[in-house]
């Protein structure tokens, strides 16, 4: 199975703050990355799939990098509505495995 | 607009069985493959099982393989997930969810759609 890393597992910042957020996969899984964010007793809703293709719908502050093992998702300029907590997820094998998550709080 | 809408969820005894619904609407059901995707309170998001948009290849998670069965009704655009020998660590919110791509046999993908989720607890 494919094991997702994702750091940091929680950071704080403020509204306005570039935030950075890796994911490392155990193996090669090329472009086949997928960022979801969920809010407290929310379902997750898909912000990027493929690495850096933006869910139509999601702002463009959000943005993603990467190929092979190591990836990135960045917010540009914090919005009060991005607190939340953030999972990467693969999508390159079967099981399916995400990232064990990362919680953006106000700093 | 896209909808998912679980059910079955409940209190079950450990070694019991529950069979949880999805019903889609809003799409061309028999287009796309489905998953569950669990998270057990205060933790992580865990894929469980995927099927083809066609009912044909179906995948497993190791921590519910023979256990759990994935099935869909394309007549009724319905999802389903039979779990048998419930134990205590099967306790978590069920999601049901979409894959974003559709046209193939492929189960691997992005989310793009989920449900609201159905609570699954499994205590005596």
């Known amino acids: 199975d494919i094991q997702m890393t994702q750091s940091p597992s929680s950071l704080s910042a403020s509204g306005g703050d570039r935030v950075t957020i890796t994911c490392r996969a155990s193996q090669t899984i090329s472009r086949f990355l997928n960022w979801y964010q969920q809010k407290p007793g929310k379902a997750p809703k898909l912000l990027i799939f493929d690495t850096s293709f933006l869910q139509s719908g999601v702002p463009s502050r959000f943005s993603g990098s990467g190929s092979g093992t190591d990836f990135t998702l960045t917010i540009n300029s914090l919005q009060p509505e991005d607190f939340a907590t953030y999972y990467c997820?693969?999508?390159?094998?079967?099981?399916?495995?995400f990232g064990g998550g990362t919680k953006v709080e106000i700093k | 607009e896209v909808q998912l809408l679980e059910s079955g969820g409940g209190l079950v005894q450990p070694g019991g069985s529950l069979r949880l619904s999805c019903v889609a609407s809003g799409f061309t059901f028999s287009n796309y493959a489905m998953s569950w995707v669990r998270q057990a309170p205060g933790k992580g998001l865990e894929w469980v099982s995927g099927?083809?948009?066609?009912?044909?290849?179906?995948h497993y998670a190791d921590s519910v393989k023979g256990r759990f069965t994935i099935s869909r009704d394309n007549s009724k655009d319905i999802l389903y997930l039979q779990m048998n020998s419930l134990r205590p660590d099967d306790t978590a919110v069920y999601f049901c969810?979409?894959?974003?791509?559709?046209?193939?046999?492929?189960?691997?993908?992005?989310?793009?759609?989920w449900g609201q989720g159905t609570l699954v607890t499994v205590s005596s």
């Open positions: 969810a979409k894959r974003e791509r559709g046209g193939s046999t492929a189960v691997a993908g992005a989310f793009d759609y």
């Open positions: 997820q693969q999508s390159f094998s079967t099981p399916l495995t």
């Open positions: 099927i083809s948009g066609s009912g044909g290849p179906t």
